[in-house]
């Protein structure tokens, strides 16, 4: 009697295998917070300046009008979208390191797909962002702001935030794979990180706006994270559907791309 030929998953079947890699992946990445624990917690200096100083001072300028939602209440949602672009942007520098530790190469070499390679670290550089949510949240209430203490809302925001941090890092590894140096993915991930925050509406309404800055806030994923966690925390009107099918549809399209380009930065 020969031996049983096993064949190897097609169609449907392989999701369970493709979703096995994609979360070992995502552990590898999460693993390395272990190295630096306080990572976490100073993550949070950056959105706490935000609102401590730039939220106070133009709460009390009052040159910014938000209706009758208070500045800080406004400001919150788009600095925890802010802190979480800024995370992800660079995410693309670490897989260079992989890359030129020699990492990446053996990683390629395995039966997982570039895409779950990819999905892993989107969805890890997304749960080292959610921190920011509760941080953000329990500082808003130490100044006075009410936001959410629904425990579903708040999860809500980390998926929204898990999402748009999944996109932002997508776009990073994107820039890795077409630069494929880190400097230069530094110097391109500073000049974009800052037109991305104010090309949205998270420091301002966008009917504020000149009109040409609007189009490009129409077109920017980060307006739509920051609807969804307006929504979600502070109870304004939203069209809720549309931000996270935006938020999906970008992430998605983010994966792919990352991975088409992935094995450009091997070679």
């Known amino acids: 009697m020969g031996p049983t030929l096993i064949r190897a998953p097609r169609g449907l079947r392989r999701i369970p295998g493709i979703g096995t890699r994609i979360g070992a992946f995502a552990l590898v990445e999460l ?59 660079f995410y693309g520098i670490q897989i260079i390191w992989d890359r030129d530790a020699g990492i990446l190469a053996k990683l390629m070499v395995t039966p997982a797909p570039p895409t779950a390679l990819i999905t892993g670290k989107a969805f890890a550089a997304g749960v080292r962002s959610v921190v920011q949510v509760i941080g953000v949240v329990a500082l808003a209430y130490l100044l006075g702001v009410h936001m959410t203490t629904n425990p579903l809302r708040i999860l809500g925001a980390m998926g929204v935030v898990l999402l748009g941090s999944a996109f932002f890092a997508c776009l990073s ?30 420091l301002y309404p966008v009917e504020l706006m000149p009109q040409w800055l ?48 992935l094995r450009r930065l091997v070679r």
């Open 31 to 89: 693993q390395k917070l272990r190295h630096d624990r306080t990572e976490l917690f100073t993550r949070l200096v950056q959105p706490a300046l935000w609102l401590l100083i730039f939220g106070q001072t133009f709460s009390a300028l009052d040159v910014i009008d938000t209706g009758d939602v208070p500045y800080l209440a406004f400001l919150a949602p788009g600095i925890i979208a802010q802190s979480a672009l800024f995370i992800s942007i």
């Open 214 to 261: 609007r189009w490009l806030s129409a077109i920017n994923p980060l307006s739509y994270e920051v609807n969804a966690l307006r929504g979600l925390l502070i109870g304004t009107p939203t069209n809720a559907a549309l931000d996270i099918a935006v938020l999906v549809v970008a992430a998605v399209l983010g994966v792919l791309t990352a991975a088409a380009l």
């Open 173 to 202: 590894m994107s820039l890795a794979g077409l630069v494929r140096n880190r400097d230069r993915l530094m110097g391109i991930g500073q000049a974009i990180t800052m037109p991305l925050f104010f090309a949205s509406n998270a």
